[in-house]
């Protein structure tokens, strides 16, 4: 079974310009999150969405952040404009809902975003 | 808020010795806590998790982790390294928000492997 994919894996960009990261997540599964890890430290949250719709954006800066999930299967997360700070690995993951009990978080292997 | 301190940012054992890897966790109620693995270009992937049962928990790859609710701890150890082993390990307090779970990262530690 194919795991969670994202794509580009590398991304350079100059300052100011746009970019948007696409995720594809593991059929069936109705949780998928955003997480941006900085060099050198853990993932954060930036967006969780239950199905199609965003239920935690609280982390995402949104003067320049923006995600959508259509249909509730695939999402894109996009950046515009990009700024210096915002290098980082940005991570998609999906799990199966579960509200009650712990529902494993399956990551995919990240876009390496590099803003010069 | 939960959260997870990683008191090592780099461990580095050689091959077919120990390892240890220390994780002290803050929470204001019994706690769900994870490892999680990352190898160079690969996705996180789930070593083990503590979610109130056995407090010496297994994972995969012969891991495995001790809850001790007086020490505030999770270490992650295994009793012989591989060079397979060399990567980035991440331990994680599951906090929960609106009523869904919310993983909060440590800052992670590297694993080197020496031959």
Redesign the interface.
């Known amino acids: 079974e194919a795991g969670v994919v994202q794509s580009p894996r590398y991304k350079i960009i100059e300052k100011k310009q746009p970019v948007a990261f696409w995720c594809n997540p593991i059929s069936g599964h109705n949780t998928l999150y955003w997480y941006r890890q900085n060099l050198g430290q853990g993932p954060e949250l930036l967006i969780r969405y239950e199905n199609e719709e965003a239920v935690d954006d609280s982390q995402l800066p949104k003067d320049r952040f923006s995600a959508e999930r259509l249909k509730g299967v695939d999402s894109t997360l996009k950046i515009q404009p990009a700024e210096l700070g915002d290098s980082a690995v940005y991570l998609c993951a999906s799990s199966l809902p579960g509200s009650g009990s712990f529902s494993e978080q399956f990551f995919g292997p990240g876009t390496r975003l590099t803003v010069l | 808020a939960q959260s997870v301190t990683q008191l090592d ?1 780099h461990v580095s054992v050689s091959e077919g010795t120990p390892v240890l890897l220390r994780c002290n966790y803050s929470s204001s109620y019994s706690p ?1 806590l994870f490892w999680y693995v990352q190898h160079p ?6 070593l083990l ?1 503590y ?1 109130s049962a056995a407090t010496l928990v297994k994972g995969i790859n012969g891991f495995e982790a001790e809850f001790k609710k007086s020490e505030t701890s999770f270490h992650l150890t295994k009793p012989s390294a591989h060079m397979s082993d060399a990567a980035e390990y ?1 331990c ?1 307090v ?1 906090d929960r ?7 909060v ?4 530690t590297r694993l080197t492997i020496n031959p």
């Open positions: 940012s769900s270009n690969k996705g996180l992937q789930l998790k979610t991440f994680v599951s928000i609106q009523g869904a779970q919310k993983l990262f440590g800052q992670g």
